[in-house]
């Protein structure tokens, strides 16, 4: 297992004073603390993770409010009290969840309209969206310092969407790499996002209890990992195993592990409900389950006591499924 706790995190903390007027110096400001993708931690104080980068984003913005009359201050900061990291981590998650689910709203509202059979000059129109879809998917990914989850859930309903397109139009394309066998699956070390939760344990309780019961599951940090020979990364973006279309990475991994299990079947119905909280099936025990696995994160910091703890949930939910199908 790799789940060292991580050290101490570095903030950028932007304190501000704007004039009442003009109104729009204002919006200017919010507009531009929204592009850098800076977060409120109190009404005028703004945070964003210590690097070079990020403090020239404040430097810039810091000479605009002085130039636009306002007072301003860039200051470093570790969290002491009152406010911990992870809690700074979870409001930098949100708004680019926030921003994901946006995108896929869009694209599942290109792909109904792409369903409905449109003209030639409204695939068009469709292709000239997806792209500024993209666009925008690449621009919000720049300010996702923590990996927010709902990005694989954008990538993978958008890169959907540009496939269907392609075909709509004929256009030459790379055929996809044939899924691995259940076979090619074993005597792998899977890797995964640090900070997991309903779709990550259920896939790790998967590995280990029908594709490898050695399976060594490392956890690692979401963003810029370069897998090693014989790693398998799932629930990542760019994964080799991860959310495709409208379908979470347990759904993903069952189908390429070839587990025509309809057991497995009902638990990656609560897990893709779950985790992409579109209630796409509505099975009753979602929010039971939703609850159990949310309680486990609550009370567990380390990932692998998540997935041990995880793993009894889903032990007894498979025995109940296969009970009831019986």
């Known amino acids: 297992m790799d789940d060292e706790k991580p050290a101490d995190q570095r903030w950028l903390l932007l304190i501000h004073q704007l004039p009442s007027k003009p109104a729009y110096f204002r919006v200017k400001v919010w507009r531009r603390l929204q592009g850098i993708g800076a977060v409120a931690v109190k ?31 860039v200051c470093e900061a570790r969290l002491i009290d009152g406010f911990s990291d992870d809690q700074a981590r979870a409001l930098f998650d949100a708004a680019r969840d926030e921003d994901y689910g ?93 900070g997991v939760h309903v779709d990550r344990i259920a896939c790790s309780w998967l590995i280990r209890r029908f594709i490898d019961p050695d399976a060594i599951i490392r956890f690692v940090p979401g963003k810029s990992y370069v897998p090693k020979a014989g790693e398998l990364r799932f629930d990542m ?20 592990a070839g587990l025509a299990d309809p057991a497995l079947e009902a638990i990656s119905e609560i897990v893709h409900d779950i985790d992409l909280k579109d209630s796409k099936f509505g099975r009753e025990e979602t929010t039971g389950i939703a609850s159990l696995v949310a309680g486990i994160c609550a009370a567990n910091e380390r990932d692998d006591q998540r997935i041990a703890q995880g793993a009894a949930v889903f032990d007894n939910l498979y025995q109940y499924f296969s009970t009831k199908r019986g």
Request: aromatic fraction near 6%; proline fraction near 4%; include cysteine.
């Open 43 to 73: 009404s005028t104080v703004y945070a964003l993770p210590a690097n070079a980068e990020t403090q020239e984003d404040f430097e810039w913005l810091l000479k605009e409010i002085v130039e636009g009359g306002g007072e301003a201050m």
């Open 102 to 194: 946006e995108i896929i709203a869009e694209a599942k509202a290109l792909s109904t309209r792409l369903e409905a059979a449109a003209p030639a000059e409204d695939r068009a129109e469709l292709r000239t969206q997806a792209a500024r879809l993209r666009k925008r998917l690449a621009d919000v990914a720049t300010i996702d310092f923590f990996g927010a989850t709902g990005r694989l859930s954008a990538e993978g309903l958008l890169a959907e969407l540009e496939r269907r397109l392609a075909e709509d139009t004929d256009m030459t394309r790379q055929q996809p790499e044939p899924p691995p066998r259940a076979l090619d699956l074993k005597g792998r070390t899977w890797v995964t996002r640090k």
């Open 237 to 256: 973006f760019e994964g080799e195993i991860t959310h495709e279309g409208d379908r979470c990475s347990f759904e993903v991994l069952l189908a390429r």
